[in-house]
């Protein structure tokens, strides 16, 4: 069966401290990989995503993932925390055989601390 | 221009009522989908639509009925509603369907069942 697990709730982080938000998952097939971020009371927006070829994807806003197929993980990074990334982060996979169904983690609440 | 909208943003509604999201999008995209996201955030596919037809129905309840006039447009009306329905909505769309194709979504709407 495909999973995604999302290690860490909640992770709380200083300004300018790195960012890290742990993702593994779990697929019979190869998988396509997204993180997506919520504000509150918004719709989620596409951070980036892994389909093929570069294991190390950048996206929006200074963070970037990295395609860990040995390890089975997606985990999200950026350098240096802005208190303006204090969100819900997502990630999801996209294991199907062509039906779009995205399979969400549990999501990770970002806390940054002047 | 809003890419995935969707309308109302916020509804309350007492139990046993029927109520009706509408969601459009003007992207060009050929699938839409409709999301539930509960209280602990968690998300979950309820329906995806490709070129009008459904392709995707995630064990969703009778009372939930996905219309689909044209496609740009994925509507949801849900009959006898119960407390247990309140949650936010999410309509969103791709180009295709899966292959890693970038799925975007709307705002949200925020579903109250009192």
């Given at each position: 069966a495909q999973s995604v697990t999302q290690l860490g709730s909640h992770v709380s982080v200083s300004e300018g401290a790195l960012v890290l938000l742990r993702c593994n998952y779990s697929s019979s097939v190869p998988p396509y990989l997204f993180?997506?971020?919520?504000?509150?009371?918004?719709?989620?927006?596409?951070?980036?995503k892994y389909t093929t070829g570069a294991t190390l994807v950048k996206g929006i806003n200074g963070f970037e993932a990295e395609f860990k197929k040995s390890e089975t993980s997606f985990h999200l990074t950026k350098p240096s925390a802005h208190m303006s990334d204090a969100a819900e982060y997502f990630c999801a996979l996209d294991g199907s055989s062509n039906t779009g169904k995205l399979i969400f983690g549990q999501g990770t609440t970002l806390q940054v601390k002047p | 221009d809003t890419a995935v909208s969707q309308t109302p943003k916020y509804l309350v509604t007492q139990m046993g009522n029927d109520k009706s999201i509408k969601c459009e999008q003007n992207l060009g995209h050929d699938t839409m989908y409709w999301y539930k996201q509960d209280s602990k955030k968690f998300l979950k596919i309820m329906f995806s639509y490709n070129n009008k037809e459904l392709i995707i129905n995630e064990t969703v309840p009778n009372r939930f009925s996905p219309k689909s006039p044209d496609k740009a447009h994925l509507n949801l009306h849900i009959n006898s509603l119960e407390l247990g329905d309140s949650a936010v909505y999410f309509c969103a769309s791709s180009q295709g369907i899966g292959s890693g194709n970038t799925i975007y979504f709307g705002e949200g709407s925020w579903l109250t069942v009192v």
């Open positions: 993180w997506y971020v919520q504000y509150p009371n918004q719709g989620l927006q596409l951070l980036l | -």
